[in-house]
């Protein structure tokens, strides 16, 4: 059995070794990308083999994926772990987690 997993953003630096981590796993599903810049997400998606979602509103609402892997611009990740943890989705974020320790509060009180 497998876990089916999203890449949400692509920025940060460590996205390549979660790619290659993910690649290696026979556990894990990867069933979509997302990244504000298309480019990218079409780069990461395809190494994946993958799906590219063009609204990362269908991350969410997909409930056949119960976990995403955040790996976004910093300034993206509070509004990003707001919407998974609504969402109910389990998640991994790239550090740092916020932009400071008020943000960072609010993504813990969220999850």
């Avoid at 995403?68 to 974020?93: M, P, R």
Wanted: with cysteine.
């Amino acid at each position: 059995m497998s876990t089916n997993v999203a890449l949400v953003g692509c920025a940060h630096i460590h996205t390549p070794g979660f790619v290659k981590r993910l690649q290696a796993r026979d556990d894990v599903r990867v069933t979509a990308v997302w990244d504000h810049d298309a480019a990218r997400a079409a780069q990461y998606a395809a190494e994946l083999n993958a799906p590219v979602v063009d609204d990362v509103a269908a991350v969410w609402a997909d409930d056949a994926t119960p976990a995403v892997i955040i790996c976004s611009e910093t300034n993206l990740h509070e509004d990003l772990v707001l919407a998974a943890a609504a969402a109910g989705k389990h998640l991994f974020v790239e550090k740092p987690l916020g932009l400071g320790a008020a943000d960072a509060d609010k993504m813990a009180a969220a999850i």
